[in-house]
């Protein structure tokens, strides 16, 4: 069984950055592809970023391109969002997902372990 832990979220001003990190445990974090998605109050989830297994692919949703950045780092177990530019748009609860033996996507259904999120608010 997998575990994903997501932190790094907090309140912040509109054009702050903020590092997302989703920390997981239980199997080989280069066995997984990543996903990050988020959900806004009364909003469906929605996809923000993925990264395959070996890092070499990245794929984002149009509205974070050249704003946010994934990363990861398979011997420290541990997947990145670097959010910067920040608008008030972009306040949601985050969530990392893992896709075991996938590619990346965006779509939530492949992922089949999610963390619990993490809280971002940025005020105008």
């Known amino acids: 069984q997998v575990q994903l832990v997501e932190s790094g979220g907090g309140l912040v001003q509109a054009g702050d950055s903020l590092r997302l990190s989703c920390v997981v445990s239980?199997?080989?974090?280069?066995?997984?592809?990543v996903g990050w998605f988020r959900q806004a109050p009364g909003k469906e989830r929605e996809f923000v970023a993925t990264?395959?297994?070996?890092?070499?692919?990245?794929y984002y949703a149009d509205f974070v391109k050249g704003r946010f950045t994934i990363s990861r780092d398979n011997a420290k177990s541990t997947v990145y969002l670097q959010m910067n530019s920040l608008k008030f748009d972009d306040t949601a609860v985050y969530y990392c997902?893992?896709?075991?033996w996938g590619t990346g996507s965006r779509w939530p259904r492949q992922y089949d372990n999610w963390g619990q999120g993490t809280q971002v608010t940025v005020s105008s």
């Open positions: 997902a893992a896709d075991r």
């Open positions: 239980g199997r080989t974090l280069s066995d997984y592809a």
């Open positions: 990264i395959d297994r070996r890092g070499d692919n990245t």
